[in-house]
């Protein structure tokens, strides 16, 4: 059974919007957080890509890509959860997670699916709220949907379309 419905969420889903990549959240992270968010994703069987700058590389350890001096190329994670549903992960910053997903990719009950159910893996591995906001919602004060851990489920956290 479906967590939300794609009647109840498809005004969120709006391609006409200005942000089509709303940014997923994890808070209150570190090294060791990010390090086992790594292992999930290698144990998951999802294709992934870790790339500096562009140059694609072999994924290393938590602790080395966050302690990397300032300034240094911009590290991304390319994870596809399932076929043509991208999120990629900037690893920037020990104390949160972030990653982007494409709302051009989400279109639709299954693919909403997938997107819940990725949430909820990780979520439920970290025993964290994973929060997905507008895109340039940087202080999280709008969230759209969620992993809740006390119901171990993806919620809606909007009432209504913002903007």
Same mark, same amino acid.
């Given at each position: 059974? &479906?967590?939300?419905?794609?009647?109840?969420?498809?005004?969120?889903?709006?391609?006409? /919007?200005?942000? /089509?990549?709303?940014? #997923?959240?994890?808070? +209150? =992270?570190?090294?060791? #957080?990010?390090? =086992?968010?790594?292992?999930?994703?290698?144990? !998951? +069987?999802?294709? &992934?890509?870790? !790339?500096?700058?562009?140059?694609?590389?072999?994924?290393?350890?938590?602790?080395? #890509?966050? &302690?990397?001096?300032?300034?240094?190329?911009?590290?991304?994670?390319?994870?596809?959860?399932?076929?043509?549903?991208?999120?990629?992960? @900037?690893?920037? &910053?020990?104390?949160?997670?972030?990653?982007?997903?494409?709302?051009?990719?989400?279109?639709?009950?299954?693919?909403?699916?997938?997107?819940?159910?990725?949430? @909820?893996?990780?979520?439920? @591995?970290?025993?964290?709220?994973? *929060?997905? =906001?507008?895109? +340039?919602?940087?202080?999280?004060?709008?969230? *759209?949907?969620?992993?809740?851990?006390?119901?171990? @489920?993806?919620?809606?956290?909007?009432?209504?379309?913002?903007?």
């Amino acid at each position: 059974m &479906s967590e939300l419905l794609w009647d109840d969420v498809k005004g969120f889903f709006d391609l006409e /919007c200005e942000g /089509c990549l709303p940014d #997923v959240w994890v808070t +209150g =992270t570190g090294v060791e #957080v990010w390090q =086992t968010v790594l292992d999930l994703i290698m144990e !998951s +069987g999802w294709r &992934s890509e870790y !790339s500096e700058g562009g140059v694609v590389l072999p994924l290393p350890r938590a602790g080395e #890509v966050l &302690s990397r001096p300032a300034g240094a190329e911009c590290a991304d994670l390319r994870v596809w959860p399932a076929l043509d549903v991208l999120a990629i992960f @900037r690893l920037e &910053s020990p104390e949160e997670i972030g990653f982007d997903v494409d709302l051009r990719e989400l279109q639709g009950q299954e693919r909403l699916d997938v997107l819940c159910g990725f949430l @909820r893996t990780i979520g439920h @591995r970290l025993g964290k709220p994973v *929060v997905m =906001t507008p895109e +340039g919602d940087w202080d999280q004060n709008h969230p *759209v949907l969620g992993f809740d851990v006390e119901s171990r @489920r993806v919620v809606l956290l909007a009432e209504r379309p913002i903007g």
